[in-house]
């Protein structure tokens, strides 16, 4: 899905093939957990869940699609308990797509997203482990030429140590 900006505006950008490929590929490298189940808490029109290979929960603010699976809520707002094994795998709106990244990673262990390249610069770092940061500029997301990163996230464990610190 994309963007949503505002209380009365939505934007929506849905994610081609070739990105949806290059998340399935950042969680075949990095995920190191056996996955329980996935979660999509930006569905859109459900082109993420429909490679999903195991159970899942999605979300989506305006479900336009009518999809059953795919639940109409506000999914910054839902009460979603930690699951062991669960792997996020989105396309959340760019306004507030860290929110949606870390509201994820309280509910599952790995988040592969794609996001505004700014993002890249807001990630809190002492809390969060980006195993990859993937920049695709001036990429052809439908009428819009943007620059996004892709990325490979989960909290941070025991022992974890970027280089730059001592």
Request: proline residues 2%.
């Amino acid at each position: 899905m994309g963007n949503y900006k505002g209380e009365d505006r939505e934007e929506k950008f849905y994610t081609p093939t070739e990105l949806i490929d290059e998340l399935f590929d950042l969680k075949d490298r990095f995920c190191d957990v056996d996955i329980t189940e996935y979660l999509e808490n930006s569905a859109g029109a459900g082109y993420i869940i429909d490679r999903f290979d195991k159970e899942y929960i999605a979300y989506d603010i305006n479900n336009e699609t009518n999809r059953n699976d795919i639940h109409e809520c506000d999914y910054l707002k839902e009460k979603i308990e930690y699951k062991q094994g669960r792997v996020a795998i989105l396309n959340p709106p760019f306004q507030k797509g860290l929110k949606f990244v870390y509201k994820a990673l309280e509910e599952g262990d790995w988040c592969f997203t794609i996001l505004s390249q700014n993002s890249l610069l807001n990630i809190d770092y002492t809390k969060y482990w980006v195993e990859e940061i993937q920049l695709w500029r001036g990429y052809n997301f439908g009428d819009t030429k943007v620059s996004v990163c892709l990325m490979a996230v989960r909290k941070r464990r025991e022992g974890d140590k970027y280089e730059y610190e001592n």
